[in-house]
């Protein structure tokens, strides 16, 4: 049987496209780096976070190490990871603390600068934030609770 040339480019694209379609997907935990990768993730971020002046003193009493611990547990867990997170559930770790959306809003600008800044696709941050959004209630505490207003910066997620 004689295959014409022509045809050869097209038959390595398809082999290439059946071999990426077959690929399976990476895990989140997997994407991060797994348990190093995300605890680096977790210190860039939380570092960030407790330097930042607009928190004013809510890191201040905050036992840092626990925090990371926490956090990197619970990122793994989420991601896919074999950690089992065993701390308090959001409202219970968040309550009387009285967070405002943009102190939570915050803490997602500096958890999505710290996946920038170490190297994370754009989809695998958005991945890990999918997961993370819905905390925010828990995090947040009365959904009815009524914030001052606060001034947002111009573009803080640098989108523009």
Not at 28 to 57: K, M, N, Q, W, Y
């Amino acid at each position: 049987m004689v295959v014409s040339l022509r045809f050869v480019p097209a038959l390595i694209g398809l082999c290439l496209l059946t071999g990426c379609a077959l690929t399976p997907k990476q895990s989140l935990f997997e994407a991060l780096g797994g348990h190093d990768g995300i605890a680096a993730l977790v210190d860039t971020a939380v570092e960030h976070s407790v330097t930042d002046p607009r928190f004013g003193e809510l890191f201040a009493n905050t036992d840092q190490d626990r925090l990371r611990t926490q956090l990197a547990d619970q990122i793994c867990e989420l991601s896919g990871g074999p950690c089992v997170y065993q701390g308090l559930s959001m409202a219970e770790a968040h309550s009387g603390m009285q967070i405002t959306p943009a102190e939570f809003n915050w803490f997602v600008e500096h958890t999505r600068l710290a996946m920038t800044e170490r190297g994370y696709p754009v989809g695998t941050q958005n991945r890990l934030l999918a997961l993370l959004a819905p905390m925010r209630s828990e995090v947040l505490g009365d959904p009815d609770q009524v914030f001052e207003a606060e001034p947002e910066p111009e573009d803080p997620l640098g989108m523009e």
